[in-house]
Structures are given as structure tokens and as C-alpha cells.
């Protein structure tokens, strides 16, 4: 297709939550820019057309553009998803952006995922804990290939908040671990790496800020960018520490 023929994109009117929370007088607003949609455009790049042709002040985050860093997580159309990942074409001529919820905000479409990310990893101390040593001029330990695809499957998380962001409970309760810590702990204990014992292991998510506050809402579940079985670990550690007599 040459200059001549080449049909005009859609018109796109974006409208974005606009808050800058470290300037006194900013007020939140929704602000609406128009750009002509292009060929394969994203919500990356619509982004970074405003910011270079129309607002420089606009912020919000980006570093890997391919579905792997999850700092470009926001509400699309009220939905949590990755900008990156989003095609425009796969939304209507009318979007609207918001920053998540739940975290804490920076400014406009940039959110603070990481204070509380490290908090909750660290309350349910998602490490491998053993006193074996490690000696790196060893081979390490061999690990059937079907139990490091299972591992491999939950590492998949790119810790973006979309689960925690659409979660009810997490709404309700800070300190809730989500989803996210939920997988998190599903992985550990599947490594047979950590020598941390069941009770260990359990007790960190033994109330309502940990398994039990979760309402079985799947929120999660549904918006998860890496379609992750969260539905499943949900279910299979409340069943394991019902067993082991956790209520
Ligand atoms: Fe994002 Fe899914 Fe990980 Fe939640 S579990 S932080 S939605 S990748
Ligand atoms: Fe929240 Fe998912 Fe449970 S949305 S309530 S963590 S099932
Ligand atoms: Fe890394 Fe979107 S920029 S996930």
C-alpha cells in the first residue's frame, strides 16, 4: 500500500486519570487526548505518542515493552492489565486509563507495586531456606524435568498486581498476601530445595490476611496477564491446611 492509499486509522480519544499526589494543588482529573491509531499500535505506544507530541508531564511506567517487567500494569477500561501487551484495536474508539488500585500512587498512571510486593515476600519469606551450602564449581542438584516444569510454571509471575488490584478482599485488608503471594508460596513449597517443614510453611498464611481471607472471588484468576492457574494453588493450599487442621 502506498502514501496515496494508505486509509486513515481510527481516531482514538484516550482519557487518563490525572493525579500528581506530591503537588499540593493537583486535583484528580480525567484528561482527554486524541491521536489517529496506527498499525499494530499498543497502549505503549499511544502512551509514549502523547507524552512526546502532547503532555511531557504525563507519567507513567514502562521498561521491558514485552509482557516481562509488569511496572506497565494499569486499570484499562477499568479492567488491571498491561499496557504493552494491550492492542488498541482490541478496545473501542474511547479508552479510558486509570492507575491500580490498592498501590501506592506515584502520579497519574504510576503506582509504587514494589513497597508492597517486598513486604509481602518478605512476610512469607519467599527464598529458599536450607543450610546446605552451595558450592558453585558442583553441578547442581538434578530435579525431575516434570517438578522443574511445575516450578518453571509458577515462576511465570512477573509480580505486576493485576490480582491484587482486582481482589475484593485486598480492597478490604492491606496486609491480605493475594494471589500473587498465594502462587508465590505454591512455589516454594513445591521445591524440594526448601527444607522449611509443612507447619513452617503454612502458619504465615494461616489467617485472614493469608489463605483464609480470600473470598474465592477469582478476580484474580480472570485478569492475570500470564494466565497463571491461580484458581488452582487458591484451592490447593486452603485443602492442604484444612487438613493439617488450620480453620
Ligand atoms: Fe501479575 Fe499474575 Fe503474578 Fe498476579 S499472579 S502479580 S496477576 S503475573
Ligand atoms: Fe481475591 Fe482471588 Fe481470592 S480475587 S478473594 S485472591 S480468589
Ligand atoms: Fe514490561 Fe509492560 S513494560 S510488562
Redesign the pocket.
Known amino acids: 500500500m502506498n502514501a496515496t492509499t494508505q486509509s486513515k486509522g481510527r481516531l482514538l480519544k484516550i482519557s487518563v486519570l490525572r493525579y500528581n499526589p506530591q503537588a499540593p494543588d493537583s486535583e484528580p482529573r480525567m484528561q482527554t487526548f486524541e491521536l489517529e491509531e496506527t498499525d499494530g499500535m499498543t497502549l505503549?505506544i499511544a502512551l509514549n505518542e502523547i507524552r512526546e507530541k502532547q503532555d511531557g508531564s504525563l507519567q507513567f511506567d514502562?521498561?521491558?515493552?514485552?509482557?516481562?517487567?509488569?511496572?506497565?500494569a494499569m486499570l484499562i477500561d477499568g479492567r488491571p492489565g498491561?499496557?504493552?501487551?494491550t492492542l488498541t484495536k482490541a478496545l473501542g474508539k474511547t479508552i479510558s486509563l486509570a492507575p491500580l488500585p490498592f498501590f501506592e500512587l506515584i502520579g497519574d498512571l504510576s503506582v509504587n507495586t514494589g513497597n508492597w510486593l517486598r513486604g509481602m515476600s518478605e512476610r512469607l519469606e519467599t527464598w529458599i531456606h536450607t543450610d546446605k551450602r552451595v558450592d558453585l564449581h558442583k553441578m547442581e542438584e538434578r530435579m525431575e524435568p516434570e517438578l522443574a516444569e511445575a516450578i518453571y510454571e509458577l515462576d511465570r509471575c512477573?509480580e505486576?498486581g493485576c490480582c491484587v488490584a482486582a481482589c475484593g478482599t485486598a480492597r478490604m485488608r492491606k496486609d491480605f498476601v493475594g494471589a500473587v503471594g498465594i502462587n508465590k508460596l505454591a512455589r516454594f513449597r513445591l521445591d524440594p530445595r526448601d527444607q522449611r517443614s509443612d507447619d513452617d510453611f503454612y502458619e504465615v498464611v494461616g489467617d485472614d490476611d493469608g489463605v483464609f481471607g480470600c473470598m474465592s472471588l477469582l478476580a484474580c484468576h480472570d485478569v492475570c496477564p500470564k494466565e497463571l492457574p491461580l484458581q488452582t494453588q487458591i484451592a490447593f493450599i486452603r485443602r492442604k491446611m484444612v487438613s493439617m487442621g488450620f480453620k
Not at 509482557?67 to 506497565?72: L, P, R, T
Not at 498491561?82 to 501487551?85: E, G, H, K, T
Open positions: 505503549f514502562f521498561v521491558c515493552r514485552a509482557g516481562v517487567c509488569g511496572s506497565c498491561l499496557a504493552c501487551r512477573i505486576c
